[in-house]
C-alpha cells in the first residue's frame, strides 16, 4: 500500500512538472510571436518613410554606380560562375550516378562494358562563354507601377506637390488629404541604410536602421503621405517612390506616372493598401512605342464593394463614385500628349497619345495572371511594334521582350545559330554526293512561342522556310496567328497543306512535333524532294521548360539543333541542360545533347539580369567514349547522330538518311 501511494506521488509530481514545462513552453513561443509581430511592426513603421534617389537607384537599378565596362564584367563572371560552372557540374553529375550505376552492373557478371560518357564532358571548359552582348538603349518599353502612399516631409519642395498644394485652398480638402498627417517622425540629421527588400514582404534582411549622426537632439520633421503611382522600394509595407530618378525609365512613363497622380489628388476613390487589403486603386501597366508612337495604359483596380479587407465592411460601397471617377479619367487620359526626350533629356520633337486604355478588374491578393479579362475602354486594342523587318501587334497580356532594341540583337543571335547550321548541314550534303544538290526544306519549331515573335523574325528574314509554333496559351496562339498575318504570311490549319508557311497551334509541344515531322516525311517520300531539316528554338519563362517537351525534344532524332533563350540563365537553364545532355534513361531517352555556345545578352541594362543563348546539338559519334561496338546500336549518317545507349534504332531513325 505504502509503495502504491509512493508511486502516485510521483506521477502526480511528474503530471505537475509535465504542465508546467508545457506552460513555460507556451509562453515562450507566445512571447517570441509577440517580439516577432513587433518586430514586423517596427520595420514597416520605418519602412513608411521618404526614400532618396540614391535609395531608389539602389533598388530599382542597383547597378547604376558602376561605368559600362564595369557592368560588363560584372556580368560576364556571373555568367561563367553562376550558369556555366553550374550547368558543368549539373550535367558531370548525372554521368557520375551513371558511372557508379555501372560499376555495380560490372561487378555482378565477368567482364566490363566500358564506362559510357561523353568526350566534351571530360573537358576543363565543357561550356564555352561568348563575350557578352550589350544593348544600345537601357529604356524599357514595358513597366508595371503600383498605387500607394508617397512619403514626404513636410519642408520639401517636391514640384507636383507643391503645384497640386498651390492650386487648392485650405477649405476645399479632399478625404485623401483628411488623412494626409502620418505621425512618423524622423530626425533632421539621420542616416538612413536600407537593405534591399523581398518581394512577399519585410523579413529581418529588409529592416531599416536609423542611427543618430550626432549627440544633441534636433527637432523632428513631420512626415505627410500622397496618393501617388511608382515602385514599392521599400516593400509592402513601405510606400511608392516616383520613377523619375532611374536611367532605364523613358520620359513618357514618368509623364504618365504625374499625370496619374495629379488624378488622385481630388479623387475620393483610396489607393489600395496591400497590408489591409483595402482600397480601390491597384496598379498600372504601361507599354510605350516610339517607333510607332504608341502607348497602351492598364489600369487594375479593386471591385466597387472594395479589396479583400473591405468585404466585411457593408459600408464600402465605391459604385456611385466610381462611375463619376472613371468618367474623369477617361477625359484626362485623353487629353494627354506624353512628352518624348533622350536619355540626357533632350526633347526628342515628338509627343505620344494614350492610344489604348484598359481596366482590369482583380480582387486576388497577389498579381493577376497574364490571361486575366480586361475590359477595353476606348482607342486601339492593340499596340504595334516594329522589330527588325516585322510588325508585331501586342495584346494586353501577350509576352514581349521589354528591350525593343535588345530584342533585335537577341533574334539575331538566333538567326546566326540556325544559319550557322544549315550551312554546315548543306556542306556536308554536297561533300557526301559529289556535286550541288537541292536544299532541304527548313522547318523550325518555336517551342513556347507566345506571340510568334522569334519564329516570324527567322522567317520574315528568309533563315528558315517554315515556322510551326507551339503554346498552350490559346489567346498568345491568337496574338501569333494575327501576326502572322501582318507579317505576309497566312496560317495553315491543322489539317491544311503541310506546305505553307506558317502554324502556330495551342497543344501539347510533343503531340504537334510528332506529327509534324510524320506528316513532312510523308510528303517527301510522295514527292521525291530533298527531303526537310528541323531544328527548334525555344522561349520558355523563368520556371523553365516542362519535363513533357524535354522528353519530346530528346525523342525526335530528326530535331538536330536546339537554341534555348532562356531569361533565367543561372536557375532553370541549369536544370532543363542537365535534362538535356544527361545519358539515355527510362525517362528521357533519345540521344543527348552538347552545349556547343553560349552568348548572354544584357538585356537589362543596370540590374544584374542578363538572357542567355544556348545552343545544344545532338551528340555525334565522336563525342563518345568509353561505349563498346555493338551491332544493335543505331548508328545513321548525314545529320541524324548515333544514339549513346545501345538499344535498337527507332522506326524514325532509319527513315531519315541524311537528316
Not at 483628411?178 to 523581398?198: I, L, S
Not at 501586342?394 to 514581349?400: E, R, T, Y
Not at 540583337?409 to 550534303?429: G, P, T
Not at 545532338?618 to 551491332?631: A, H, L, Y
Request: hydrophobic share 30%; net charge negative; aromatic share 6%.
Amino acid at each position: 500500500i505504502m509503495a502504491k501511494a509512493s508511486m502516485k506521488e510521483d506521477d502526480h509530481d511528474h503530471d505537475g512538472n509535465h504542465r508546467k514545462r508545457k506552460d513555460r513552453d507556451h509562453d515562450q513561443q507566445l512571447g517570441d510571436k509577440n517580439r516577432k509581430r513587433h518586430h514586423r511592426e517596427e520595420i514597416a513603421q520605418a519602412a513608411r518613410r521618404p526614400m532618396t534617389e540614391h535609395e531608389v537607384r539602389s533598388k530599382i537599378t542597383p547597378l547604376y554606380q558602376l561605368s559600362a565596362e564595369q557592368q560588363v564584367q560584372q556580368k560576364t563572371m556571373e555568367m561563367v560562375r553562376k550558369c556555366a560552372m553550374a550547368m558543368s557540374k549539373e550535367i558531370k553529375s548525372r554521368f557520375r550516378t551513371l558511372h557508379q550505376t555501372k560499376s555495380r552492373q560490372a561487378s555482378n557478371r565477368r567482364g566490363s562494358q566500358g564506362d559510357p560518357t561523353y568526350a566534351w564532358v571530360k573537358e576543363k571548359r565543357c561550356i564555352p562563354i561568348e563575350p557578352l552582348v550589350t544593348v544600345p538603349s537601357p529604356l524599357r518599353n514595358k513597366v508595371e507601377y503600383t498605387f500607394g502612399y508617397r512619403y514626404v516631409y513636410e519642408t520639401d519642395t517636391d514640384d507636383a506637390t507643391k503645384d497640386n498644394d498651390a492650386t487648392r485652398t485650405k477649405d476645399a480638402t479632399t478625404p485623401m488629404e483628411e488623412e494626409a498627417k502620418v505621425e512618423t517622425v524622423v530626425p533632421k540629421d539621420v542616416k538612413v541604410e536600407t537593405v534591399v527588400p523581398e518581394a512577399d514582404g519585410p523579413n529581418d534582411a529588409t529592416m531599416t536602421e536609423a542611427k543618430e549622426s550626432s549627440s544633441t537632439a534636433e527637432p523632428t520633421l513631420p512626415v505627410r503621405k500622397i496618393p501617388s503611382v511608382g515602385f514599392m522600394a521599400t516593400g509592402w509595407s513601405g510606400g511608392v517612390s516616383k520613377p523619375h530618378c532611374c536611367a532605364n525609365i523613358p520620359s513618357e512613363q514618368c509623364a504618365v506616372v504625374d499625370v496619374l497622380e495629379d488624378f488622385l489628388q481630388d479623387s475620393p476613390l483610396p489607393v489600395y493598401e496591400p497590408k489591409s487589403h483595402q482600397g480601390f486603386w491597384r496598379y498600372i501597366t504601361l507599354r510605350t512605342s516610339r517607333r510607332t508612337k504608341q502607348c497602351m495604359l492598364i489600369v487594375g483596380h479593386a471591385p466597387v464593394s472594395g479589396g479583400v479587407g473591405d468585404k466585411d465592411n457593408d459600408a464600402v460601397d465605391y459604385t456611385e463614385k466610381w462611375q463619376t471617377e472613371r468618367e474623369r479619367l477617361i477625359q484626362t487620359l485623353q487629353n494627354t500628349q506624353l512628352p518624348v526626350r533622350s536619355e540626357t533629356g533632350q526633347e526628342l520633337g515628338f509627343t505620344l497619345p494614350i492610344t489604348s486604355f484598359f481596366l482590369q478588374e482583380f480582387d486576388g491578393l497577389s498579381n493577376p495572371s497574364p490571361d486575366h479579362p480586361v475590359q477595353h475602354v476606348f482607342g486601339k486594342t492593340v499596340l504595334e511594334e516594329e522589330l527588325g523587318k516585322c510588325t508585331f501587334q501586342i495584346s494586353p497580356g501577350a509576352f514581349f521582350q521589354v528591350n525593343t532594341e535588345g530584342a533585335e540583337l537577341l533574334y539575331q543571335i538566333v538567326m546566326d545559330r540556325l544559319q550557322e547550321f544549315i550551312q554546315q548541314r548543306e556542306a556536308r550534303r554536297e561533300e557526301k554526293h559529289k556535286e550541288v544538290v537541292p536544299p532541304k526544306t527548313n522547318t523550325l519549331f518555336d517551342v513556347c512561342c507566345g506571340t510568334g515573335t522569334i519564329g516570324l523574325a527567322c522567317l520574315k528574314a528568309g533563315v528558315v522556310d517554315r515556322v510551326v509554333g507551339v503554346d498552350i496559351s490559346e489567346p498568345a496562339i491568337e496574338d501569333a496567328k494575327r501576326n502572322a498575318k501582318v507579317n505576309g504570311f497566312e496560317d495553315g490549319k491543322e489539317d491544311g497543306d503541310s506546305e505553307t508557311k506558317t502554324r502556330f497551334v495551342a497543344a501539347r509541344a510533343e503531340h504537334v512535333m510528332n506529327k509534324e515531322i510524320s506528316k513532312a516525311t510523308k510528303s517527301s517520300n510522295s514527292k521525291k524532294g530533298a527531303g526537310h531539316r528541323f531544328m527548334a528554338v525555344v522561349d520558355p519563362a523563368r520556371v523553365g521548360l516542362h519535363t513533357d517537351v524535354i522528353r519530346a525534344l530528346r525523342n525526335a532524332p530528326q530535331i538536330q539543333r536546339v537554341v534555348y533563350v532562356s531569361c533565367n540563365p543561372t536557375g532553370s537553364l541549369i536544370k532543363d541542360a542537365g535534362l538535356l545532355c544527361a545519358p539515355p534513361t527510362k525517362k528521357y531517352g533519345g540521344t543527348a545533347f552538347r552545349p556547343t555556345s553560349s552568348h548572354p545578352v544584357d538585356m537589362f541594362p543596370l540590374t544584374s539580369h542578363c538572357e542567355m543563348v544556348m545552343t545544344f546539338d545532338r551528340c555525334q559519334e565522336s563525342d563518345i567514349v568509353g561505349q563498346p561496338k555493338d551491332e544493335n546500336t543505331a548508328s545513321s549518317t548525314g545529320d541524324v547522330a548515333t544514339t549513346v545507349d545501345v538499344q535498337p534504332a527507332t522506326s524514325a531513325e532509319k527513315d531519315v538518311k541524311e537528316g
